[in-house]
């Protein structure tokens, strides 16, 4: 995961946390089959899918 602390110069909080966000695609005994970037269309996530069907 990737995270950058950010100032909130105008806030009370102070700061927030900015993260990456991911998809995974785990097998059943957890292993992990695909990770896919959160996007915001759902095409690269469809996409990800049809692969790992064709995998199992």
Same mark, same amino acid.
């Given at each position: 995961m990737? /995270? *950058?602390k950010t #100032? +909130? #110069?105008d806030s009370q909080l102070g700061y927030t946390l900015d993260h990456s966000s991911y998809f995974? /695609? +785990?097998s059943p005994d957890g292993t +992990? &089959? #695909?990770k896919?970037?959160?996007t915001?269309?759902?095409a690269p996530i469809i996409e990800a &899918?049809? *692969?790992v069907n064709k995998q199992g």
């Open positions: 990737i /995270f *950058r #100032e +909130l #110069e995974y /695609f +785990l +992990l &089959i #695909e896919v970037p959160h915001m269309t759902p &899918i049809k *692969r």
